[in-house]
């Protein structure tokens, strides 16, 4: 069967998320199979009908010939390569550049409002800025370029290596922690207030940022739909939107939690 000969079920309309997309337009495929494909398709960056007419057409012939995905068409990843159409049919550019400074200047003001949060409550008028501190924030902004610069290769890397990089993102963690608690040394210090207004302008750009991008489409979702169907759109990017606002708001929350259980011991 070509291509454009591929079917769907009866319940053809119903748009679906990513995850689960391969199990309803590909339910005889094996899974695994699937899910190489799928991966692999999406760090060529397939636009998200494509790869569905791709998964049809795999199931019809997988139907009608009564052989596996792995019989027919062999490696996963090796057939998503000889798949893979063009350039002109690949999906866009999705990396706003304001979508990505957005979240960077998002996340800087989460830290700051949260380190400056912790010195008031804790009495403090001033935010000592430590050597501890600076080496967390040199690793959060390297973090944030490593995921924002690579990010095909990082997805890439975290589908073939997932358990290394679960040790590489639990040592990074303990790293950040080691240096707060062993790099207590002064370097300068900042108010309070000025550090919370800082902070604040930092959250309230980055939102602005990341709105605006959102509303001019220039975030797109492209989820996986299968022949004849269109996408629903979904509110997952606003709430992307608003995550570093209500995850500051979290954080100190949690900050005040904190220093009110140490005063009553």
Excluded: C
Aim: hydrophobic share 50%.
């Amino acid at each position: 069967m070509n291509r454009n000969g591929a079917t769907m079920g009866k319940d053809s309309t119903r748009s679906f998320g990513t995850l689960d997309a391969y199990t309803r337009l590909a339910p005889n495929v094996e899974k695994g199979w699937a899910e190489q494909f799928v991966l692999e398709q999406r760090l060529l960056g397939l636009q998200g009908s494509r790869i569905g007419d791709s998964l049809a057409l795999v199931e019809s012939h997988v139907v009608e010939s009564g052989e596996s995905a792995e019989a027919a068409f062999g490696d996963p990843r090796r057939y998503a390569e000889e798949d893979a159409p063009e350039q002109s049919e690949r999906s866009p550019d999705r990396l706003d550049r304001g979508w990505s400074l957005g979240i960077v200047l998002g996340l800087a003001g989460m830290l700051l409002s949260t380190f400056s949060a912790q010195a008031a409550f804790s009495g403090e008028s001033s935010l000592h800025v430590t050597v501890g501190l600076l080496v967390v924030l040199a690793i959060v902004a390297g973090s944030a370029a490593l995921v924002l610069l690579t990010t095909p290769v990082l997805m890439r890397a975290l589908a073939q290596f997932p358990m290394r990089n679960w040790v590489g993102w639990m040592l990074l963690l303990a790293g950040m922690v080691g240096a707060l608690l062993l790099l207590p040394q002064p370097v300068g210090e900042i108010g309070v207030v000025s550090a919370l207004v800082i902070a604040g302008i930092l959250l309230a750009v980055g939102l602005l940022l990341q709105l605006r991008a959102h509303l001019r489409g220039r975030v797109q979702e492209d989820p996986i739909v299968g022949p004849g169907e269109q996408p629903v759109r979904s509110r997952a990017g606003l709430v992307a939107v608003l995550i570093f606002p209500v995850a500051t708001i979290a954080m100190i929350g949690f900050s005040w939690l904190l220093q009110a259980i140490v005063e009553q011991f």
